[in-house]
């Protein structure tokens, strides 16, 4: 099914006889395993694919026995009529993806492709059908895991997402039938689609393959950040992203504005208390290889409305806090109990502000700037909170929270969803407790959220200021997710039932 040269790889569960064979034979190096299923792979694609049972039992009438086709035609596959698999993709080097989720996401693009998943789905215009499953890390364990290291994948303890498909015959060689299974499936990962290098091409019309090289080969971007003034330098928060490369990461940084453009933000705030500011790049950036590197870029300031504030900023000092990547590998595999984690960092403990921290997929993101700190036992050093340190809301159990409502329903809904029931609205107070952020500023998860006795710095009491910003739907958005006409059918039988009652 695939090559070397392919763009990805397509594994049985079923191991090939040469796998087996290597498992069994303690002398067997990865070198000579992997030369053997290669061998073995080119033998299936010559003596079996494209021919007939007849063809293949003509052409074995010259083999010796230990290689006869048929032989290995028998040995290969499942003992029943379902058969299991999975894929994995490439970038565009040649280097295999390790990361289970984007495998995964691979594998659920595929089966969207070759299954009837929406009512705008037409079967006819299905070639052949998929499904799916999961190996769960319960149940299958050391399964799922050697089945992930087959595919080159982290053995992490993150389902597989495993496609399936059902043989109706039992001559499968005859009428070219692999064959003509094999091509379609490839075309379903493989087919070009027209101006796919053009960023203005429809992202729905991507295939698999290529959103997944989207997704995590995307370093360019234009970033958007939550401003917050710092006295002398401001705070930027990152609008993470847990679904693309470009924004995959929480970033909390400090940087300086030319003393007009400050001006100009201060004035504003000072006019308008409650509004949120953001700062965004005037130009596609790379965070780390132009961003940070130089510590200085070009940006425009907008309010949450979107009028423009200041134009042609030079942002310089560009600094990061707390720089923490949000691929699957790096996330908990729960979310925090008896409280609600946040980086807390500032000038001093009158000018503090919080992010929350983002620990595990979906999420939300809850930032508040010029929180009041009331301590009761122990105190923060300007130089803890310049660095950054971790705040628990102590008794908010977000892990019976998540997953979170869509922001527009947690702002505009009804009685526990409406905002002045929600907890994290202005003049909000929690009891808290402050702790040493014992990781550097780039570590990656899990257990960034994990605290100790020792490093406890203070407790006391926590008032949200004026600006508060939630949004529980930019950190979980797929950007390539194809637009479904699920709610509108879902309308026309909330009309039917309307019409019924």
Excluded at 109 to 134: A, C, G, N, Q
Excluded at 235 to 260: E, G, H, P, T
Excluded at 293 to 311: L, N, P, R, Y
Excluded at 420 to 442: A, E, I, L, M, W
Aim: net charge negative.
């Amino acid at each position: 099914m695939s090559t070397k040269e392919s763009s990805y790889v397509c594994v049985p569960l079923n191991l090939l006889p040469a796998e087996r064979k290597a498992m069994e034979d303690p002398r067997t190096t990865l070198e000579t395993s992997a030369k053997a299923v290669e061998e073995e792979k080119q033998k299936i694609r010559e003596q079996i694919l494209g021919k007939s049972n007849q063809q293949i039992i003509d052409d074995d009438a010259e083999r010796a026995p230990e290689d006869k086709a048929m032989v290995l035609l028998r040995a290969l596959g499942s003992d029943l009529n379902i058969n299991a698999f999975a894929l994995n993709w490439k970038y565009s080097d040649g280097m295999l993806n390790d990361d289970v989720e984007e495998a995964n996401y691979l594998n659920r693009r595929v089966v969207e492709e070759l299954s009837v998943d929406s009512p705008e789905d037409d079967p006819t215009k299905i070639p052949f059908y998929l499904t799916s499953t999961e190996f769960e890390h319960g149940p299958y364990g050391k399964c799922a895991q050697h089945f992930k290291k087959r595919l080159g994948l982290a053995q992490d303890e993150l389902s597989l997402v495993v496609l399936r498909n059902v043989l109706m015959t039992p001559f499968p060689t005859e009428g070219n039938f692999i064959e003509k299974m094999v091509r379609i499936f490839q075309e379903v990962i493989e087919k070009q689609v027209q101006d796919i290098l053009n960023e203005n091409s429809p992202r729905s019309r991507l295939t698999p393959k290529q959103v997944c090289r989207k997704r995590n080969e995307t370093k360019e971007d234009h970033h958007s950040f939550i401003l917050q003034d710092g006295g002398d330098k401001v705070y930027l928060v990152n609008r993470s992203m847990f679904y693309l490369s470009s924004r995959r990461r929480q970033l909390i940084a400090s940087a300086k504005l030319d003393d007009k453009t400050l001006s100009t933000f201060r004035d504003a705030k000072q006019n308008t208390p409650n509004e949120i500011f953001f700062l965004s790049t005037q130009h596609k950036e790379d965070i780390s290889a132009t961003m940070l590197s130089a510590g200085s870029f070009e940006a425009v300031i907008t309010t949450k409305s979107g009028k423009t504030i200041a134009q042609g900023v030079n942002v310089s000092s560009f600094t990061a806090l707390k720089d923490r990547p949000l691929n699957s590998k790096y996330r908990d595999q729960s979310y925090p109990s008896g409280h609600m984690p946040f980086y807390l960092y500032g000038s001093d403990e009158k000018s503090c502000h919080i992010d929350h921290m983002l620990l595990l997929a979906p999420n939300i993101q809850l930032s508040a700037s010029n929180i009041s700190l009331s301590l009761g036992t122990g105190s923060l050093s300007p130089e803890v909170l310049r660095a950054g340190c971790i705040l628990f809301a102590d008794g908010i159990e977000e892990a019976a929270m998540q997953p979170f409502l869509p922001t527009s329903q947690l702002v505009s809904g009804q009685g526990p969803t409406s905002a002045k029931n929600f907890f994290f609205q202005p003049g909000k107070k929690f009891k808290v407790t402050v702790f040493r952020d014992r990781y550097g500023v780039s570590q990656g998860g899990p257990g960034l959220g994990v605290t100790s006795y020792g490093d406890r710095l203070a407790s006391g009491e926590m008032v949200l200021g004026d600006e508060v910003w939630l949004d529980s739907e930019t950190c979980n958005r797929d950007p390539f997710k194809r637009p479904s006409q699920g709610a509108k059918w879902r309308e026309e039988f909330d009309k039917i039932g309307r019409e019924l009652d």
